[in-house]
């Protein structure tokens, strides 16, 4: 299962079901967390092909800050699939300037489980 901390914002509009997505860089830190080995190629500008990618997970938590009362919920990633795109993909207003790279990591959240 992936365990990821969100600040307060992202949770509260994950849990309202207002977002369905959740972002990450595609750093190679997140690509070796977030994605079966072998299944991506990283080109000597240090970025990943768009496209749709296998998930190491069928799963994913998310909690609300770093304490150890933090909210929490899980989801199901829908297909086990997460996909590649350019760092200016989604709605403008979620894009709050804190990606890094040329690309990102989309996370498709499916039902939620708990």
């Not at 949770?11 to 079901?17: A, N, P, R, V």
């Not at 299944?39 to 092909?49: E, L, P, R």
């Not at 990606?99 to 990102?104: D, G, L, R």
Request: proline share 1%; net charge positive.
């Amino acid at each position: 299962m992936l365990d990821l901390v969100l600040k307060g914002k992202w949770y509260d509009m994950i849990e309202s079901g207002e977002k369905r997505q959740e972002y990450r860089d595609a750093t190679l830190f997140w690509l070796k967390r977030i994605l079966k080995k072998g299944y991506y190629v990283i080109s000597t500008d240090g970025n990943i092909s768009s496209g749709t990618y296998k998930s190491k997970h069928n799963q994913v938590t998310f909690r609300r800050g770093y304490g150890k009362t933090a909210k929490r919920m899980c989801f199901w990633i829908l297909c086990d699939e997460v996909f590649i795109r350019r760092n200016n993909y989604g709605r403008p207003e979620w894009q709050d300037g804190s990606f890094k790279t040329k690309s990102i990591i989309v996370i498709n959240l499916g039902k939620r489980i708990s």
